[in-house]
C-alpha cells in the first residue's frame, strides 16, 4: 500500500524510517518532510494545514493510509474533513477527529472530561479575562509553585511554572491581558504543583482495542539539570526505571481504561495515538496531560524499540483488528540526544550547512529541523535540527552511544545537553 505522513520533524523522520522496512509498505511519501525523510521517501511540498492540498496528493498518489505527525491538522479536523468527502472515503487516518483532538487542543476540555471520568489529576480552575480579578484573588490562596497553562495549541511553551506569587500574577496578565500565546491563552487553567518525577505512556487506540507502547521520559529544559526556558524536548530516554511493572499496571487500570471508556461515553471513536503525559507521586501515577499524537522526541525512543512490523500495526488500528495484533518490544535501553540551534528556544538563525552525519556510528539519526540548499548541502531549518538515538543493553552504554554522536555532528551554533539520561543512572544507583 501507499502511505502518506504528515509532518517535518524528527517524529516524522522516526516513523518514515520505520514504515519504510514493512513490506506492506509500497510508496512512502512524507509531506513536507525533510532531508532526513528524502533518504526513505519522497517528500511533498505541502503544508499540512492545507487540507485540499493533502487530499489532492492523497488522490494523486493513490494513498491507502495517512499517518498525522503533529497536533495541529488533528485539532483543525483534517480527519472530519476526510470524513466529508465521498472521493476519500477509503482512505483510512491515524489520529482522531476535531472532538477526540480537544483532548490536547483544550486544556479546560481535558481536565473537565479526567475529573467526570475519575482520573487521577491535579486539581485545577479555568479563568478568562472576564474573570480575572477572581483569578488574581485564587493565586494568592495557592501554596507555591503555580502551574498556568494556556488552554489551547502554543508549540509546547504554553505552560509556566511560577516560583513566586508575582511570576504567577505577572505570566496570567500576560497570557489573559496581553495575549502573549494569542488565541490559545484566551482562557488560563491554573493548576496545582505536583511533586514527583515525570514520565510518558502511548496508547495506539483503534476505536475499540488499545496497545500500550513503550512508555518514555523527555527532557523539556534547554539547560544542564533542568534549568532554563522550556523547550519542545532535548532528549529522551525509554524504557523509563522508575516506572516498573506495578506502576504500569495502575496506569493501565487508573488511567488508560477509563480515558478510553470517557471518550465512549462522550460518543467520539477515538482511533489514533493518546500520549499520557504522567507524574509518578509515591508510585501513583496522576495526568499531567493528553496529546493526542506521538511525542517528539519520545517517538525516537519508542519506535527503535518496537521489534514488530509497525506499518502493520498501524493498519490494523486503522482497521479496528488492534486485539489480534501482538506488539513485540526491545528489552533494550534508548536514549536520544537533540541537536539544537544556537539560541533556541528564542531566535535562531536557519541554513547552517551541516557536516559530520557519514561519520556517526552505531546510532539512529533522526532528521528534525533540515532542508537542503541550492547546492544538496544539508542545513539547518528548525530550532530542533536533530536527534541521534543510541540503544544498549544497559542505560550507561545508550548515553555514551548517543552523546558521542552528538559530539560528531557540526555545524555553526550546535548546543545540545550533556545530561540526558543521567539522573536516571543516579535514581537507578
Given amino acids: 500500500m501507499n502511505i502518506l505522513i504528515l509532518g ?18 509500497d510508496g512512502l511519501y512524507i509531506a513536507p518532510g525533510n532531508a532526513g525523510t528524502a533518504l526513505v521517501g519522497t517528500n511533498i511540498p505541502i503544508s499540512y494545514n492545507n487540507f485540499e ?7 494523486e498518489n493513490e494513498i491507502e493510509l495517512v499517518v498525522v505527525g503533529p497536533e495541529e491538522p488533528l485539532v483543525n479536523g483534517i480527519v472530519d474533513y476526510f470524513e466529508s468527502r465521498k472521493d476519500l472515503a477509503k482512505v483510512k487516518l491515524i489520529g482522531p477527529n476535531k472532538a477526540g483532538a480537544q483532548l490536547e487542543g483544550s486544556k479546560d476540555f481535558s481536565k473537565n472530561f479526567m475529573q467526570k471520568y475519575g482520573i487521577p489529576t491535579a ?7 472576564e474573570t480575572l480579578a477572581i483569578g488574581l484573588e485564587y493565586l494568592e490562596t495557592l501554596p507555591l509553585p503555580i502551574v498556568l497553562k494556556a488552554d489551547g495549541l502554543a508549540a509546547g511553551k504554553g505552560v509556566i511554572i511560577a516560583e513566586k506569587h ?28 505536583l511533586k514527583g518525577i515525570e514520565l510518558s505512556v502511548f496508547v495506539l487506540c483503534d476505536g475499540e482495542n488499545y496497545k ?28 523509563v526505571s522508575f516506572a516498573d511493572a506495578n506502576f504500569l499496571r495502575k496506569v ?4 488508560v481504561k477509563p480515558t478510553l471508556h470517557g471518550l465512549k461515553s462522550e460518543g467520539i471513536k477515538y482511533v489514533g495515538f493518546i500520549f499520557i503525559g504522567l507524574m509518578n507521586v509515591k508510585g501513583e501515577p496522576f495526568v499531567i496531560e493528553y496529546n493526542v499524537r506521538m511525542g517528539d522526541p519520545e517517538t525516537e525512543v519508542v519506535l527503535p524499540r518496537i521489534q514488530s512490523d509497525f506499518a502493520a500495526l498501524l493498519v490494523s488500528a486503522a482497521k479496528g483488528t488492534l486485539h489480534d ?11 536520544t540526544t537533540v541537536l ?3 539560541g533556541y528556544p528564542g531566535e535562531y538563525e536557519k541554513g547552517k550547512v551541516i557536516s559530520g552525519t557519514d561519520k556517526v556510528e552505531d546510532v539512529h539519526l533522526y532528521h528534525a529541523g533540515t532542508t537542503f540548499n541550492g547546492n544538496t548541502e544539508v542545513v539547518t531549518n528548525g530550532g530542533r535540527v536533530m536527534a541521534l538515538t543510541g540503544m544498549a543493553n544497559s542505560l550507561e552504554n545508550a548515553v555514551h552511544k548517543s552523546q558521542r554522536a552528538a559530539q560528531v555532528i557540526q555545524y555553526e551554533g550546535k548546543y545540545f545537553r550533556h545530561d540526558i539520561g543521567m539522573d536516571l543512572i543516579r535514581y537507578n544507583d
Avoid at 168 to 191: C, P, R, W, Y
Fill in 53 to 59: 492540498a493533502v487530499a489532492k496528493a492523497v488522490l
Fill in 252 to 255: 493501565e487500570e487508573k488511567v
Fill in 325 to 335: 495484533y501482538e506488539i513485540k518490544i526491545s528489552p533494550q535501553v534508548a536514549v
Fill in 340 to 342: 539544537v540551534a544556537g
Fill in 8 to 25: 517535518s520533524g524528527g517524529r516524522e523522520h522516526a516513523f518514515a524510517w520505520k514504515i519504510a522496512q514493512s513490506p506492506l509498505c
Fill in 166 to 193: 508575582i511570576e504567577a500574577e505577572q505570566a496570567f496578565n500576560e497570557m489573559l491581558v496581553d495575549g502573549k500565546f494569542g488565541s490559545a491563552g484566551n482562557k488560563v487553567v491554573v493548576e496545582q504543583f
Fill in 123 to 129: 486539581s485545577s480552575r479555568t479563568f478568562t479575562a
Fill in 212 to 239: 500500550i507502547l513503550p512508555e518514555a521520559k523527555d527532557y523539556k529544559r534547554i539547560g544542564e539539570n533542568d534549568t532554563g526556558l522550556n523547550t519542545g524536548g532535548m532528549g529522551a530516554v525509554s524504557p
